[in-house]
């Protein structure tokens, strides 16, 4: 709900795979793709990929999800909104 109809979404995808059961603190790829498409964001910029996870599949699963593309957050990158 915070992030309703923004410009840009700015997530964390730390988990490879969702965990089994109970709160949990991390997203999955695929769950932040949701996050924005059900926010209605024009972009969605992925940080915080696990090293068990592959950069490029991230990308991939999140934007199945979220309907759009989606891009992988650099260090020292800028992003405009």
């Excluded at 915070?2 to 603190?25: K, M, N, Q």
């Excluded at 926010?39 to 699963?61: C, F, K, M, N, P």
């Amino acid at each position: 709900e915070f992030a309703r109809d923004s410009y840009l979404l700015l997530i964390e995808a730390t988990l490879p795979s969702p965990e089994l059961e109970g709160p949990r603190g991390h997203l999955t790829a695929e769950e932040a793709g949701e996050h924005g498409r059900l926010a209605r964001v024009a972009r969605v910029v992925l940080t915080h990929i696990s090293d068990e996870s592959d950069a490029d599949r991230a990308r991939g699963d999140a934007a199945r999800t979220f309907g759009g593309e989606v891009e992988i957050a650099r260090e020292g990158a800028v992003y405009e909104i």
